[in-house]
């Protein structure tokens, strides 16, 4: 099934992770000593990140400086009296930006894991400038010129497959970004990216004061009814930590309010916190997110207009797999209407549940997941908390290295003295046949300033362009720590999540190219959820189960017969799952296929308009309401691009079939096919071939609506 999570990549288009330093920067840093956070990383395992000597006052200075040196880079290329050529112009030019890039690299890490006041303060300072040195660069028009002249002769001038790949993917990105526009729209250009990263930051900064500020107090032991011991416990640490000791605090968080409505036994305080929840950023305080979607939206459309395209959607969509968001409209129709059958029917078990017990009442949307739990227990005698005593963090983990040993051959390692920026932190060694793939950093635990959910990050890229430079990834998550010694407990979904973020992480590890701005997840949007997709099949593999799914207090393996239950429920829900995602991923791609540039959209009016126009259910709404849809409003990442989970589970439903055909998700030659054709070539290939390489044939689509549980017509 779909994750939905951010996948943070590399933002600036000239920001490679890397290493050397040109002989400019040595010059320039004879004049002024670079720093830690600028000065090529050192130490053992190839170079790692200096975060025992950086600090967070460090990082504003730091990209200031490496600005500079990027323009210093980019100007010997563009003042070169040579005429332009692949290693003059093209090679130059990925050449640039290492410094800014580690940089950058650390703004990312702490916007994201430690964004405390001072951090969002230099976030919200650097955002427009960072955006601003985007379009100075795009904007270059004798370093465009260069790029073209070498573009124009790719397949005339001698340059290998992947050579020729590379110079595609600069020149369109100039292209697409206004290289070509006169000098009038370019400016033009340039100020409405720069409000824009304006009003993203603006956007999620919001949305995080809604999550931290607002919450919901359960004064007595009668709130609590239904409420396992472990969410008691989690509900009185967020008390304390609130400075209200004693008693129970619901957060306005995804991993705090979705297992209070599935298990709390209070209808009416299942409303409320559904409430609380569902309108982050959408209440009559300073933080209402609905005027800057406005102008977000606005501006897109502005913006794609003066790019020669009819609409954001249009855009955004050109240069992913789908080419038009009309294509990506069809594939989500097709599954919509078979998602809200199942919807139906699933309503159905839940209303007959609940009229069973009396309960006097209809399924509303802070009911679906209560009664959805029932109906697992009573069908499937599934109950997930007793799944959960089995799903032990540390163990899942360690399923996790396991799998990837035996289909991939990696081998983990922990290690000691790694510097780190949070002492929860892990940092393992990943190794193959003995020599070291790169380096995962793992930061599981929710803290203030950390943003919500889990997620995959680059901290160095593959490459072997200037010199073999082996990867450097984390994943993030907000598990909540236990007591000391104690083992930390997860759901199925979270256990799922974990792998779903390692297969980003494997993704980025295993590549195997020559250029960075080619390696590992720097993929088409709609190609890079695939590869984690497929990562997650291995979690519910007998053989993962069998020596990871440990009961924590006795250490007996999951019993066979829960497992076989678990199996059969894994089309259980599917119709909610799938209709409150394809709701969001719907809307966002309406929302963006606006044409009228002067158009100030009212985002809850449009939800209730678009929500109707495709008969979405009552008892389900978006995943992501607009005012808290960080995904599609704090960047330009995923806007008109929710849809690529979807498009990419066609393929990974797809690729798991050719492991049945195999006969089993270890077969070795399907494993191999796999890291071959897929997980090491990056974007060196383009997507729909690598996607050929390893199937022999276009993606059928039928897969995923088999994956699902939908019928296939
Ligand atoms: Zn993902």
Redesign the pocket.
């Known amino acids: 099934m779909?994750?939905?999570?951010?996948?943070r990549s590399a933002v600036a288009a000239t920001a490679v992770g890397g290493s050397s330093l040109t002989g400019l920067e040595q010059a320039l840093a004879k004049v002024a000593p670079l720093g830690p956070l600028l000065t090529k990383w050192g130490g053992p395992y190839g170079g790692i990140p200096p975060f025992d000597v950086v600090k967070a006052t460090d990082i504003k200075p730091g990209l200031m400086k490496g600005m500079e040196l990027l323009r210093a880079e980019i100007k010997s290329i563009v003042m070169n009296p040579a005429a332009p050529n692949f290693e003059n112009s093209i090679a130059s030019f990925e050449d640039t930006g290492r410094p800014f890039g580690q940089a950058q690299t650390f703004f990312d890490i702490y916007t994201s894991t430690m964004n405390d006041k001072a951090m969002q303060a230099v976030e919200k300072e650097m955002s427009p400038i960072l955006a601003a040195l985007r379009d100075e660069i795009t904007q270059n028009e004798p370093l465009f010129k260069r790029i073209k002249a070498v573009y124009d002769a790719r397949e005339s001038s001698g340059l290998t497959s992947e050579q020729q790949r590379l110079a595609d993917v600069h020149y369109t990105r100039f292209a697409r970004r206004g290289a070509n526009l006169d000098t009038e729209q370019k400016a033009r250009l340039a100020t409405i990216n720069q409000r824009l990263a304006t009003l993203f930051t603006t956007f999620s900064q919001n949305q995080l004061a809604d999550e931290e500020n607002l919450t919901m107090v359960l004064e007595s032991e009668a709130d609590l009814a239904g409420l396992s011991d472990d969410l008691r416990a989690s509900a009185a640490a967020a008390a304390e930590a609130h400075g209200k000791k004693g008693q129970w605090l619901l957060t306005n968080t995804r991993s705090s309010v979705e297992p209070f409505l599935t298990f709390s036994t209070r209808r009416d305080l299942r409303e409320k916190a559904w409430r609380m929840w569902t309108r982050r950023g959408d209440n009559p305080n300073q933080h209402n997110n609905k005027a800057t979607i406005g102008e977000i939206v606005k501006l897109r459309t502005q913006r794609a207009q003066l790019l020669g395209y009819p609409s954001h959607a249009h855009w955004a969509v050109a240069d992913n797999m789908a080419k038009t968001p009309e294509a990506a409209m069809v594939l989500m129709t097709k599954v919509w209407k078979a998602a809200v059958a199942r919807v139906h029917e699933e309503v159905a078990d839940m209303q007959e549940v609940a009229d069973r017990e009396g309960a006097r009442i209809t399924i509303e949307p802070w009911d679906y997941r209560f009664y959805a739990e029932k109906v697992r227990k009573a069908k499937y005698e599934i109950d997930q908390d007793e799944v959960k005593e089995y799903l032990q963090l540390d163990k899942i983990r360690d399923g996790m290295f396991w799998a990837a040993g035996q289909v991939y051959g990696l081998d983990f390692v922990k290690l000691a003295g790694v510097p780190v920026y949070h002492p929860d932190m892990s940092v393992y060694e990943v190794r193959h046949d003995g020599d070291r793939v790169g380096l995962w950093y793992f930061d599981p635990y929710a803290r203030a300033g950390k943003s919500s959910g889990a997620?995959?990050n680059e901290y160095r890229t593959q490459e072997r362009f200037r010199e073999p430079t082996t990867p450097i990834v984390s994943n993030n998550a907000n598990f909540i720590p236990g007591e000391p010694g104690d083992p930390v407990l997860i759901s199925w979904d979270d256990a799922e999540t974990m792998f779903?973020?390692f297969?980003?992480a494997l993704h980025g590890l295993q590549s195997n190219v020559t250029y960075p701005t080619l390696a590992g997840t720097h993929v088409k949007r709609d190609f890079?959820?695939f590869p984690?997709?497929v990562n997650e099949r291995w979690l519910s593999s007998d053989e993962v189960l069998s020596r990871f799914a440990l009961h924590h207090k006795t250490g007996k393996p999951i019993p066979r017969g829960l497992v076989e239950r678990i199996k059969r429920a894994k089309t259980f829900n599917q119709g909610f799952k799938t209709v409150e995602y394809l709701a969001s991923a719907i809307y966002d791609m309406k929302l963006h296929m606006m044409t009228d540039p002067n158009a100030v959209v009212d985002a809850d009016a449009f939800e209730t308009k678009s929500m109707a126009e495709i008969g979405c259910p009552k008892e389900v709404i978006m995943r992501h309401r607009p005012t808290a849809f960080g995904h599609i409003f704090s960047g330009d990442g995923y806007s008109a691009g929710y849809y690529v989970?979807i498009w990419a589970d066609t393929m990974s439903a797809d690729v798991v079939e050719a492991f049945v055909e195999a006969g089993s998700l270890y077969d070795k030659a399907t494993c191999r096919r796999l890291r071959d054709t897929i997980f090491s070539v990056g974007n060196s290939v383009p997507p729909d071939v690598a996607f050929r390489n390893f199937r022999g044939r276009d993606v059928d689509t039928n897969a995923l609506m088999r994956d699902r549980g939908f019928p296939v017509r």
């Open positions: 779909k994750r939905i999570t951010f996948l997620w995959m779903h973020e297969g980003h890079v959820e984690s997709q989970y």
